[in-house]
């Protein structure tokens, strides 16, 4: 069975950090294009962060540049964000997802994927 499994989220205070991790099962990850993305309710999916299947290129949203870092472990087969400096509008449920024969920038800027896993909340708030 083909599956992504998000893990690491959690309750944090503004300026704190948090690294979430993507493990797929029953593919290989190497093949794939990664990618971070979002859902606060209300508002359209975002893509915050994806990256090549080399781990070569990387694509962020504006809006978490110079915080997040997307990075992959093709040998553990998972993909980790990490988030540093956190605000409360990074809050939401982070998904991963994987696709294959795309760049991470329009993976990122059309939130497509192939496979998707359940998603992980993230909340930031004092």
């Known amino acids: 069975q083909l599956q992504l499994v998000e893990s690491g989220g959690g309750l944090v205070q503004p300026g704190g950090s948090l690294r979430l991790s993507c493990v797929a099962s029953?593919?290989?990850?190497?093949?794939?294009?990664i990618g971070w993305f979002r859902q606060v309710p209300g508002k359209e999916r975002e893509g915050v962060s994806c990256?090549?299947?080399?781990?070569?290129?990387?694509n962020y949203a504006d809006s978490v540049k110079g915080r997040f870092a997307i990075s992959r472990d093709n040998a553990k087969n998972t993909v980790y964000l990490q988030m540093n400096s956190l605000e409360p509008e990074d809050t939401g449920v982070y998904y991963c997802?994987?696709?294959?024969?795309?760049?991470?920038?329009?993976?990122?800027?059309?939130?497509?994927?192939?496979?998707w896993g359940q998603g992980t909340q993230v909340t930031v708030s004092s």
């Open positions: 029953g593919f290989r990850l190497d093949y794939y294009v």
């Open positions: 997802a994987a696709r294959r024969y795309i760049t991470a920038r329009a993976m990122c800027e059309n939130s497509v994927g192939d496979y």
């Open positions: 990256v090549t299947s080399s781990g070569g290129s990387t």
